[in-house]
């Protein structure tokens, strides 16, 4: 399941409605039925390029593979790590973990999770061609040994401190060894398993009557519909049209905070920046790239991009308590210092680049936006391309850009979490061909280290390295929000870094 269709044409389709039962936007009927009917409708940033299970193309397919699939580990509501498939999960010495799954614990054809899928899934992540997300941090692996039909143990290589959140990923399921398949797609253990695809417009997920968990979920489908025209998404909330939003955008959110019929729940985390090409182009010079991180006026991206609802990043978005590192805020706004660079680098005359955005959500487009005047100020004259959603991820795999606008959030609440922005090839997440000896060196002592002290000088070495080869500039900190119908009940946004995990919730949400 691939492709999108760009924001006017979803707009069209959601405002006629399709065939295959497209809820139509002000119809009273539609509203009655989907409730008789115990579905909760949820409206999409973007429809997922794809919701492939070991991919990531983004936090609308985070949204429906929290829904179909689970791994080892997951968060509770208050952000801590819980157990999921696993009933239990304890270290096994300074490199291993013993886990023992739930007795209860199957897959939607009806098999029972057993420690030879746990073991499989690791193998398929470590696979050589494979292209799974996960595959860089869960090469910390050495093997899994299968101790029996529930219990399993996972040797590593070596310690590795946040290894347990690599098993909450959204990105690492537990998936069939018996390689089972459902509508296209490896077999899941979620709450609720897929229906039907509405290429381009919609998702429907319909209740898995055997999930482990008794009275969930508690809706009989969730309907997940993409509305890339982020107008049109509050639209569909206002008009009651959709019961939850994710991605509230940022210039309505005081018209949801006040609208008495709605409710929005917040939180400080995302972040946005910018990734470079470092094989070919302008900025395979770090001086370059460094002199792009004292040029930007990251105020003007926070009110710009987020209506203010957010703050400048000067550093690394280091998570609590390495977030008052001395280094937290190495960069600063200094365009003579910009300039001085460009001269050392051989540019001091400038240079014409292209910015790789896109128009949904329009964040990143604001973002490229005040970068491209930000730089003309020095002398570098930006162009804007501005694909949608899906091609903007197909540019950034394939490393076609020369810069580009990312946004996103860290995805566990720890250090080594950022290791997933600063190096390798082939994911739109990285700066494209970065590679360092020395800032891999950094993150690779501080996953094995475990005294909190020796992990902040770390770490606070690793903003001054990853300051001076700066193969991303940070930007600025964002809210991201959900908005909802106020009659909602059990869904609940998830604290910092973990607001893409929030989506978990909606297998205890109604509509009220």
Known sequence: MTGSRTSSDLGRRAAMGVAGGLVLLGSARSRIAAAAEGTLRVGLVNFPPNIRPLENTGSSQAAVKLMIYRGLLSYGADGRLQPEMAESWQADGAAA?????????????????????????????????????MRPFLSVVERVEVMGPREGRIVLKEPSTPFPHLMASYHAPVLSAKKAMSQGLPVGTGPFRLAAVERGSAITVERFAEFYKPGIPRVSRIRFQGYGDENLRVAAL??????????????SMSAVEQNPRL?????????????????????????????????????????????????????????????DLPSANIFSYDPGKARQLLREAGVGNGFSATLLATSSPTLHQSTAEVVQQNLREIGIDVALRLPEWGTRVALGNRGQYEFAVFGTVAPWPDPDALAMFMGGNGAYTRSHGFTSARIDGLFQAGRQETDPSRRRQIYDDLQQAAAEECPIVWLSLRSQAFGMQAS?????????????????????????
């Not at 008009?239 to 210039?251: K, L, S, T």
């Not at 182009?281 to 209506?307: L, Q, S």
């Open 488 to 512: 909602v009940q059990g869904f609940s946004n998830m604290p910092g870094s973990l607001t893409f995990y929030a989506p978990v919730s909606l297998e205890q949400t109604t509509p009220g």
């Open 238 to 251: 206002e008009a009651r049209d959709v019961d939850i939003i994710e991605g509230v955008p940022w210039q």
């Open 97 to 133: 973990y013993r886990f023992v799954l739930r007795a209860n614990a199957k897959f939607h054809n009806g098999d029972a999770v057993t420690a030879e899928d746990v073991k499989f899934t690791i193998e398929e992540i470590l696979r050589g061609d494979s292209i799974a997300y």
């Open 263 to 323: 409710r929005m729940d917040a939180t400080v985390g995302p972040f946005m920046n910018l990734l470079f090409n470092t094989q070919s182009g302008p900025f395979t010079d770090a001086r370059v790239r460094r002199a792009v991180a004292y040029a930007v006026k990251r105020d003007e991206v926070v009110r710009a991009a987020t209506y203010g609802r957010g703050a400048p990043l000067f550093g690394l978005p280091f998570p609590a308590p390495f977030d």
